[in-house]
């Protein structure tokens, strides 16, 4: 798990720097100092590691409005 962790790290970086189409599984490796094979044995293609950043993505950001919904008052704070 924890190199899964790793490459969803990694991909995230490199997807928000320099765009998803232009990052290449090539890339994501070297980044990281790790082989293609061992992405490929957690994702098998790049559309899985794209999805899978992106619900990273998600549930962190409902962690934190959930967070921001047990800290407000009312929904105007919230938004706040």
């Known amino acids: ?3 899964e962790i790793r490459i969803l790290v990694g991909a995230e970086e490199l997807f928000s720097r320099f765009g998803i189409k232009n990052v290449t599984m ?7 100092g790790m082989s293609k094979k061992t992405i ?6 790049k ?6 950043v992106v ?5 962190a950001h409902d962690v934190q409005c959930k967070e921001f919904e047990s800290k407000s008052e009312n929904a105007i704070d919230e938004i706040f």
């Open 1 to 3: 798990m924890e190199t």
């Open 26 to 32: 090539d890339e994501i490796a070297r980044h990281l």
């Open 40 to 45: 490929y044995l957690h994702y098998i293609d």
């Open 47 to 52: 559309n899985k590691l794209v999805r899978a």
């Open 55 to 59: 619900n990273r993505m998600i549930q």
